[in-house]
């Protein structure tokens, strides 16, 4: 079946009879990750303008009679709309289609059209399949690789046909029509059900498909060949944005330009040669505090030497590996239990340092007190841990000053 989304995809609201409502359950993905299991009505109408998934487009989104469609799905001839509340059987909906949402899904579509035609025509890379994406879609084309200039070569030839404003046509035609043998197409859906679609960009490309296009290439604004990448099987990922989706991503990258630009403090035309310095100055600051921070690591363990007591307690903020490796590098001969810590409040190392018994003994219990994840080897203790404020070591260094005074 041919529905009226496909008829007519610029029509954004419509009236149809409730054929059947039924309680169902769908699962919808939150937030990019989790499913969700939702209770909710499926119901099937004479006729739809909420386009199915299909095609490698996904579904509408809208309203029937107010009442929020959260899913659109075909199965065999029919359209399956699941929304929140019951809808009568019999009556009349009202349906009003997120519009902003279709035309971006007419524009990435038709555009991928438009790529798969030209990138086949230019240089003989077939299209294997597409992804829509929330952002930014691609097309994957049966190429080992492709080129910088190949990808610019069918971006301008692309955006010569949107400036040509290429009509586009939809016709139907029966199923085993002798016109569809000489039909590019993936082929069709095992359910699929009657009449076949055929959109036809006039002088371009013809192809079979199921989704809603734009009428006019010109409706595309442009496209933009963002990038492309290594796929799967010997396969090439070609990466693109078309019409409105274009213009948002340009907005986004000019809010981020004049942000940069702000911090910065200079025209972006001089952004990269800035932040070029800037991190070759922080590769120099770097290797200086490294050198800084063994050079301390060397001071505070003379120092301790020099006091010769039974346990010693450091703690730094600003330490970082260099500076707990080279203190107890220095100090491994010596007789004195070291307990140091670095690193802020809350995230931080620990590593505690003396006699086997010591460490097999106190090492567990300070972990703890520190929150920390960690194990004794031989005579060191060492652990990540997320609790380093002062309370937490103050606690730490009682349990040290409560062994030794026993001890004692």
Not at 124 to 147: A, C, V
Not at 185 to 191: A, I, K, N, V, Y
Not at 216 to 245: C, D, I, P, Y
Request: one cysteine or more.
């Amino acid at each position: 079946m041919v529905f009226e989304c496909q008829t007519f995809p610029y029509k954004k609201e419509f009236t149809s009879n409730v054929v059947s409502c039924v309680p169902a359950t769908i699962e919808q993905v939150l937030q990019g990750k989790k499913k969700e299991k939702i209770q909710c009505f499926e119901v099937i109408l004479e006729d739809t303008i909420l386009f199915p998934e299909g095609g490698g487009q996904p579904d509408d989104r809208g309203t029937l009679n107010d009442v929020a469609v959260l899913q659109v799905k075909r199965k065999g001839k029919d359209a399956l709309h699941y929304v929140a509340e019951a809808l009568e059987v019999g009556k009349p909906a009202v349906g009003k289609i997120d519009w902003p949402r279709r035309w971006d899904h007419m524009q990435q579509h038709s555009g991928q059209h438009l790529i798969t035609a030209i990138a086949d025509a230019m240089f003989g890379f077939k299209t294997t399949s597409w992804w829509l994406g929330e952002l930014i879609s691609h097309i994957e084309l049966d190429t080992p690789s492709m080129s910088d200039d190949q990808m610019l070569q069918i971006e301008n030839a692309v955006n010569e046909k949107i400036r040509e404003a290429v009509s586009v046509e939809v016709k139907v035609y029966e199923e085993g029509d002798k016109t569809l043998r000489e039909v590019r197409t993936r082929g069709l859906p095992e359910d699929h059900h009657g009449a076949v679609r055929v959109v036809t960009m006039m002088g371009i490309d013809s192809n079979m498909c199921c989704g809603t296009h734009v009428s006019n290439l010109s409706h595309l604004q442009a496209v933009k060949l963002v990038q492309f990448e290594k796929a799967k099987k010997n396969k090439t990922n070609l990466f693109f944005l078309s019409g409105t989706r274009l213009l948002d991503h340009l907005s986004r990258c000019l809010a981020r330009e004049r942000q940069l630009t702000t911090i910065l403090k200079n025209g972006p035309d001089d952004h990269i040669d800035l932040i070029n310095k800037l991190q070759n100055t922080v590769k120099t600051v770097n290797k200086t505090v490294q050198t800084l921070m063994r050079e301390l690591g060397t001071v505070e363990a003379e120092k301790i030497k020099a006091d010769n007591a039974k346990y010693c307690v450091v703690h730094r903020k600003d330490g970082d590996n260099d500076f707990l490796n080279v203190l107890l590098s220095e100090l491994s001969l010596s007789e004195t239990t070291l307990l140091v810590t670095i690193g802020e409040d809350n995230s931080g190392q620990m590593a505690l340092v003396g006699s086997s018994d010591v460490v097999q003994q106190l090492g567990p219990r300070i972990c703890e007190i520190f929150a920390g994840k960690g194990a004794a080897k031989g005579k060191r203790f060492q652990a990540k841990v997320s609790q380093l404020n002062s309370s937490a070591r103050l606690e730490a260094e009682a349990v040290l000053r409560d062994y030794y005074t026993k001890e004692m």
